[in-house]
């Protein structure tokens, strides 16, 4: 079969690392993997070339696909499809919302690419509506975007196109655009590549002198909160256990006023804090077996507990809106897909009941060591329960194979005339100026 994963990025988070564990497990069973890129300084370039089976179709427009004029949609189809075969048949997989209009606008009308979208995030779609929106999404702005989008989600419903990462995505989906159908089908979490049986494994040892606490994820506004609300918590632990030296260890990495939000708002006292940056996606299994606790979301989280590491998920949340009852052991979760969603149930009106107080789950095993074996059992089983890429991968295939979206013609959102033409004059402007730079 032939894959087109749709997703250009230069940088590293959890869909570029799913996207790059999904090729490789897929160009072992000798299937093709075609990614669209935007440049060679690309993240699935950089990790990928080489390998048998993977190719790469070079984009040429770099612009929201709204703002694009008919002449320049033209010119790209055009240079899309020299790169393909265009007797075979393609999935076309897109993972955000943005992709997903560039596979509408290039390939939905014809009949040899069928299009299906994955959904990595709750708010991903309504985020786009606003110009400038920054931030968590809390209230419904019913433009005529928004209405495009809700027909859009009713499309991809009816033609079985759409693969939802957790339940939380259709929980606020189904509010935030007043939907009337269910998604009543179980809802098949996204995998991660299996551990090869040499891998090291984390070996939970009990200590009374210090706890090692990791935590791995992007610096986002969606997470930084909670990477804040993890270091007061270890800081009040830590004057509640004078004798005990805690250290905290942040994978990650943002953009420079994410990163400087993070450093702003975490002021080290008792507890030892060190940034690690970023640390290459094959070497985190052997990273997060030197700690005691790994504290995560989305399918980071998954990872720590694949190799032993008693996993805790926490909710992201936005500034100062942090409930108490916020996080998890892994393997407690019962909601579907569920990796730190829910402060998106609490703005649709629901809530996850299984959530308890961050610092009771810390300090019951500070008290009570010999239970980090028992989480870190649990933890890693539940990952391999629900998240194996040899079982996982099987589900996510199955649905972008059988998706109907294909042929349909299906129109791509676009802005006015005047809005085109204003970014137009704007991009124009923008390159001319970075030419005298």
């Known amino acids: 079969m032939n894959f087109i994963l749709n997703n250009s990025n230069n940088k590293i988070g959890g869909i570029e690392v799913l996207f790059l564990e999904i090729a490789r497990f897929l160009s072992h069973k000798q299937h093709n993997i075609y990614f669209v890129i935007s440049s060679d300084d690309d993240i699935y370039m950089k990790n990928l070339i080489g390998i048998s089976n993977v190719y790469f179709l070079k984009k040429q427009i770099t612009k929201p696909i709204e703002f694009i004029t008919d002449s320049e949609l033209e010119l790209e189809r055009k240079n899309i499809f020299s790169q393909l075969d265009c007797d075979r048949v393609y999935y076309v997989i897109s993972p955000f919302y943005g992709d997903l209009q560039y596979a ?28 400038l929106n920054k931030g968590f999404v809390t209230t419904k702005h019913k433009s005529s975007k928004y209405f495009y989008q809700k027909k859009l989600i009713e499309f991809l419903h009816k033609k079985k196109a759409d693969f939802y990462s957790a339940r939380a995505v259709v929980v606020f989906n189904k509010w935030y655009y007043e939907l009337d159908f269910e998604v009543d089908r179980k809802i098949e979490a996204l995998p991660i590549s299996d551990l090869f049986n040499d891998k090291v494994v984390y070996n939970p040892i009990n200590r009374f002198d210090i706890l090692k ?21 270890l800081e009040l632990l830590a004057k509640q256990y004078p004798k005990m030296t805690i250290q905290y260890d942040i994978i990650g990495y943002g953009y420079k006023k994410q990163t400087k939000d993070v450093k702003d708002n975490i002021k080290p006292e008792k507890v030892n804090v060190n940034y690690l940056g970023i640390i290459d996606p094959d070497k985190l299994s052997d990273v997060f077996k030197e700690y005691d606790i790994g504290i995560g979301m989305g399918l980071t989280v998954k990872k720590m507990g694949q ?88 589900f996510l295939i199955h649905r972008v194979t059988n998706s109907e979206f294909v042929g349909c013609d299906f129109p791509f959102f676009r802005r006015s005339i005047f809005l085109r033409y204003a970014y137009f004059v704007a991009y124009k402007l923008n390159k001319i100026a970075k030419n005298f730079i």
């Open 213 to 233: 606490v990791v935590w791995c994820g992007r610096f986002e506004y969606f997470k930084n909160e909670a990477i804040i609300q993890i270091h007061n918590t």
């Open 104 to 131: 509408i606008a290039m390939f939905s009308s014809y009949k040899r690419f069928y299009l299906s979208h994955l959904w990595p995030h709750p708010q991903d779609w309504c985020s786009t509506i606003k110009f």
């Open 307 to 394: 190799v032993g590491l008693p996993s805790i998920i926490i909710d992201s949340t936005e500034r100062g809106s942090m409930p108490e009852n916020n996080a998890n052991w892994l393997y407690e979760t019962t909601e579907e897909g569920d990796a730190g969603d829910g402060y998106y149930y609490k703005i649709s009106g629901g809530k996850i009941n299984v959530r308890k107080p961050l610092f009771e789950l810390l300090q019951n095993v500070i008290d009570n060591p010999s239970l980090l074996k028992k989480h870190s059992e649990k933890s890693k089983q539940y990952v391999e329960d629900n998240y194996s890429m040899k079982k996982q991968v099987d």
